[in-house]
């Protein structure tokens, strides 16, 4: 990461010198704020993921004395701050979910003859899908959206919820059987 002009310093450093030095604030800003707005664009609303990004980041920098550096990477730290604020959200994203679900799949492919195969079958997935997200617990739902949305790898998620990496692989383990229990239910593929 480079952080003035030419100089290359590690996560742990840049964790260790924002106790010192807030500015360099700006360098984990700079280089995790779109990770973090797509990962919440991507469970929220566009208008309150900007919102939802900007309070992260603002957690973040009155938290940095408390990042221990021995922890690792920034990145987990920052989507942990992120899931948490979504949970605050929580109501208003399973409402979201279960108000797309009512979506009729049929009414929604009517008049898309002109769009490509693949954005009709994922229209009509849609409702299914956040049906079977709303399904899911909300450490379950976090797991798999972090994992599918955030791109973080098990041990990232690991820490950005707090929780065990094996703790991880048993919520994703049981959200993928719930999900794929509820799509087959629907029967969706046929």
């Given at each position: 990461?480079?952080?003035?002009?030419?100089?290359?310093?590690?996560?742990?450093?840049?964790?260790?010198?924002?106790?010192?030095?807030?500015?360099?604030?700006?360098?984990?800003?700079?280089?995790?704020?779109?990770?973090?707005?797509?990962y919440?664009?991507?469970?929220?609303?566009?208008?309150?993921?900007?919102?939802?990004?900007?309070?992260?980041?603002?957690?973040?920098?009155?938290?940095?004395?408390?990042?221990?550096?021995?922890?690792?990477?920034l990145?987990p730290?920052?989507?942990?701050?992120?899931t948490?604020?979504?949970?605050?959200?929580?109501?208003?994203?399973?409402?979201?979910?279960?108000?797309?679900?009512?979506?009729?799949?049929?009414?929604?492919?009517?008049?898309?003859?002109?769009?490509v195969?693949?954005?009709?079958?994922?229209?009509?997935?849609?409702?299914?899908?956040?049906?079977?997200?709303?399904?899911?617990?909300?450490?379950?739902?976090?797991?798999?959206?972090?994992?599918?949305?955030?791109?973080?790898?098990?041990?990232?998620?690991?820490?950005?919820?707090?929780?065990?990496?094996?703790?991880?692989?048993?919520?994703?383990?049981?959200?993928?059987?719930?999900?794929?229990?509820?799509?087959?239910?629907?029967?969706?593929?046929?």
């Amino acid at each position: 990461m480079i952080v003035e002009a030419g100089e290359q310093v590690t996560e742990a450093d840049l964790a260790a010198r924002l106790r010192r030095n807030p500015d360099l604030f700006t360098a984990v800003h700079d280089r995790y704020y779109r990770d973090i707005y797509l990962y919440v664009a991507s469970r929220l609303d566009t208008q309150i993921a900007e919102d939802i990004t900007a309070e992260t980041f603002l957690l973040a920098f009155d938290r940095r004395n408390r990042f221990d550096p021995e922890r690792g990477s920034l990145r987990p730290w920052l989507f942990g701050f992120a899931t948490n604020l979504i949970a605050r959200h929580r109501r208003k994203e399973i409402r979201h979910y279960r108000a797309l679900a009512r979506l009729d799949p049929e009414s929604v492919m009517e008049g898309h003859e002109d769009r490509v195969v693949s954005s009709v079958a994922a229209q009509r997935m849609q409702p299914h899908l956040a049906k079977a997200l709303a399904a899911l617990s909300s450490g379950e739902r976090d797991a798999l959206l972090l994992v599918a949305l955030g791109q973080l790898s098990y041990d990232e998620v690991a820490l950005a919820l707090g929780i065990s990496t094996g703790t991880v692989g048993s919520r994703l383990s049981r959200a993928r059987a719930k999900i794929h229990a509820l799509i087959n239910k629907e029967n969706v593929h046929g």
